[in-house]
């Protein structure tokens, strides 16, 4: 089920540049985060007008980066931006059953996971991120 897309791909790349721009100078997200905002997503449902895949780094928060209130945004955070099956059907849900028409891969600089594929061997459950983040640097 494909929803109505409220807009197109160039005119979300655009409102993303201006919150950006917007993003630069501010101390505050002054964006719709409201009680009638988010009873309005419970009710009426989510409508993003982008995709996020973005690192789970905590300096990196793409609603302030885009200055976004509630339920424009659809935000995928995985360390690395390692994307398997379980992001790809994030994706497909955002895009084919909410009809975000844009996707944007934002990556960071300073990345914990790139340092840690590159400069260590890591063990436990961080060396699944690590090892598909070497086999995509070669």
Known sequence: MIKHITTTPAKALEKLKAGNARYIDAKVNSEDISQAKRTDTLVNGQKPYAIIITCSDSRVIPENIFMT????????????????????????????????????????????????????????YIKFITDKIKAAIG
């Open 69 to 124: 209130g509630i339920g424009e945004l659809f935000v995928i955070r995985i360390a690395g931006n390692v994307i398997d099956e379980h992001q790809l059907g994030s994706i497909e849900y955002a895009a084919s059953h909410l009809g975000a028409p844009l996707i944007v891969v934002m990556g960071h600089t300073h990345c914990g996971a790139v340092h840690a594929a590159i400069n260590h061997d890591p063990e436990g």
